[in-house]
């Protein structure tokens, strides 16, 4: 790759736009055959670009505006959707969406972050970064699935817990962690699947489960790209290297065992087509909800449990 | 939001050998807090505390054990865990390169010490964090330490008490440093199913990942003066929220007033304490009566460096005031040095 470009779609884009000039202009045969070329092309171009993606470009492709979010893929995949608001302690938190559905005829529970679309639904959405608030309310619906026994999914998609006051005054710290303890421990089974952004603890503090799925381009990472340049190179700019460094992509998760199996994306990243994006997750998912279902639990707690106790590359030297 | 702190260091560590001086060097100190000039004797005389407004200077995990431990007396375990560079990880400097540098400062593989003897003639499984080492921050190395010290409790049905001083999770392991708040949540998780008792004590600073995972989920979540505890820094919330934060915001006081502690201990006194709710969390009869058939075994056991196996399975949770049956701190404090890394 030549220069590691943030504004890697302008060439699709410049070719759209010359598409869309033809196809105003009145012409003959070969002006549709002129088209059908470009088209062609665009989708050629489409696909060698998200192909060879940087991981600074990958994280944002993550966080695309048009990316499908946890509401989009609940009325993809599921029905019966109802909502559920509140930690029944202080308040209700638009960060996190959570409710109980129907998936292919099984009663199930979800969890996800939930970013918004426009500003001011962006604002309220605190641009999916939970309070404590947030992540107590998951633990209801949590102990509702684990009451009666039906399975839990959960959609990862945020740049963080969000870092704020009465976060912090409220005990965002243990909210996460009671959260994380929570999960490891439930004995129904959770397929946790990351859509965009799996940023830190605020990610995590939904993501233990039987099963850890990542979407091709999305991102799984212990701080922002930014925040690690900041902090370690102590200059913003260096996001990209820090992108690289600390080894963000699915597929760089999937090396390390963090993940079991990486969502392929449509070209040109699930933004592009929502609709196909939930059909090929939703495959996915139906497997591997059948798979981890057959299990006893008291196995598949153990077998979760083991999952996350290997986790980590450590040496060990014997001199006693 | 992870390890901020880092960039706080004002001066290179010393090493272990002269550890005390933490504080810093000469006849006279000046607190960190209050900003008063006070005669260092003064200082380590008081547990290495301000006489003058109560200011705890930070001090090295092997000072915490020593000053923990029935008459300073413990076994190290799982000294042979170091931490490698799974990422080969560099910003401005490679990740190994900086841990071979803390190695040879602080004498440790990682930043967390394990060990086990008797606190008030209860057995306990220690965990002590280290700020000295990479500002006590978690990767794998710690991630594992501490989980096979949750994993020593549950085998053995004794308390865990782990102390925690850490800038949270360590960014030149990316993904894997964020695990281990996932894998020690879990195995806490069995801990508290299992009703054994863990005490977690929350020092000067403890922040991120480490905050919101194992520090927080204590039986019992006690704290220092005037820590600094949190999730996020107060850097990156500053800047979030565009304000300056009130003074004390994220100390042990505020935490307190907000309901995340359940009380602010003195160090002088931490011991004493300690050993008043190891009375309460300790049920010899309880956990007899919810003791599993055989030995709930897991990874940990039989692994671990020089580990102890103790015979009576049954009679560990009692008080006793025989002498262990290993060797004291002194013969443990010969470290096995990890290999060179490529």
């Known amino acids: 790759m030549a220069v590691e470009d943030d504004d890697f779609e302008r060439p699709l884009r410049d070719l759209e736009k010359k598409i869309e000039e033809l196809s105003g202009v009145p012409g003959g045969d070969d002006r549709a055959d002129e088209i059908a070329r470009l088209v062609r092309r665009l989708e050629t171009m489409r696909q060698e670009i998200y192909a060879r993606l940087s991981p600074w470009q990958r994280a944002l492709v993550a966080r695309h505006p048009k990316r499908p979010y946890t509401l989009d893929y609940i009325q993809f995949l599921f029905s019966d959707f109802v909502e559920i608001h509140g930690d029944r302690k202080y308040s209700d938190d638009p960060a996190i969406v959570a409710g109980l559905a129907t998936y292919k005829g099984t009663p199930v529970a979800v969890i996800g972050h939930q970013k918004g679309r426009d500003t001011r639904e962006k604002v309220r959405r605190n641009f999916g970064m939970p309070r404590p608030e947030g992540y107590r309310k998951a633990m209801r619906v949590m102990d509702l699935a684990e009451k009666f026994q039906r399975p839990l999914f959960t959609f990862v998609d945020t740049p963080g817990a969000y870092p704020g006051k009465g976060a912090e005054e409220r005990g965002q710290a243990e909210a996460i962690a009671i959260s994380l303890r929570t999960m490891a421990r439930l004995s129904i089974p959770i397929v946790v699947t990351v859509t965009g952004e799996g940023g830190s603890g605020g990610a995590l503090a939904i993501a233990i489960g039987d099963r850890v799925l990542m979407l091709e381009n999305s991102i799984y990472s212990v701080i922002s790209p930014e925040g690690c340049a900041a902090i370690l190179w102590s200059d913003q700019g260096k996001a990209k290297e820090a992108a690289r460094a600390m080894r963000i992509t699915a597929p760089d998760l999937k090396e390390l065992e963090i993940v079991d199996e990486i969502i392929p994306e449509p070209p040109g990243g699930a933004q592009a087509d929502p609709a196909r994006q939930a059909s090929i997750l939703d495959e996915v998912l139906m497997a591997q909800l059948e798979e981890i279902r057959s299990l006893p639990s008291s196995d598949r707690l153990e077998m979760r449990y083991q999952k996350f106790r290997r986790m980590g590359k450590f040496g060990q030297a014997k001199f006693f | ?342």
């Open chain 2, 1 to 342: 939001m992870d390890i901020a702190w880092f960039k706080k260091i004002r001066k290179p560590k010393q090493p272990v050998e002269n550890r005390r001086m933490q504080v810093p060097e000469g006849l006279w100190v000046k607190c960190n807090s209050c900003k008063e000039i006070i005669y260092k004797k003064e200082v380590l005389r008081n547990s290495n505390v301000c006489p003058k407004c109560n200011y705890h200077f930070r001090i090295s995990a092997r000072e915490r054990l020593a000053a923990l431990f029935d008459e300073g007396r413990y076994q190290e375990v799982d000294t042979d865990i170091y931490s490698i560079d799974p990422l080969r990880f560099r910003d401005v400097k490679p990740y190994k390169d900086r841990l071979r540098e803390y190695r040879e400062r602080t004498g440790l593989n990682d930043a967390v010490i394990n060990a086990r003897g008797t606190m008030g003639g209860f057995q306990v499984t220690l965990s002590v964090m280290e700020y000295g080492f990479m500002g006590g921050s978690m990767g794998s190395a710690v991630g594992e330490k501490v989980t096979r010290a949750v994993e020593r409790s549950l085998d053995e049905r004794i308390p865990l008490v782990v102390i925690s001083c850490s800038g949270g999770a360590r960014m030149q392991e990316g993904a894997l440093s964020l695990m281990q708040m996932a894998k020690i949540a879990a195995a806490l998780g069995k801990l508290h199913e299992a009703g054994i008792p863990y005490i977690s004590v929350l020092t000067d600073p403890t922040a991120g990942g480490v905050t919101a995972s194992y520090a927080m989920l204590g039986d019992l979540n006690i704290a220092e003066p005037k820590a600094l505890i949190g999730f996020a820094g107060p850097r990156v919330i500053e800047q979030t929220i565009r304000e300056k934060l009130p003074e004390g915001f994220q100390r042990s006081e505020f935490l307190l007033e907000h309901g995340m502690l359940d009380f602010i201990v003195e160090r002088r006194e931490m011991r004493e304490i300690l050993i008043k709710c190891l009375k309460f969390l300790v049920n010899t009869e309880a956990l007899a009566a919810s003791a599993p058939a055989a030995g709930s075994s897991t990874a940990a056991a039989g692994s671990s460096g020089g580990a102890v196996q103790d015979s009576e399975a049954s009679g560990q949770m009692a008080r006793s005031r025989e002498p262990l049956p290993f060797p004291t701190s002194i013969v443990a404090r010969k470290q096995a040095q990890p290999p060179e890394i490529r």
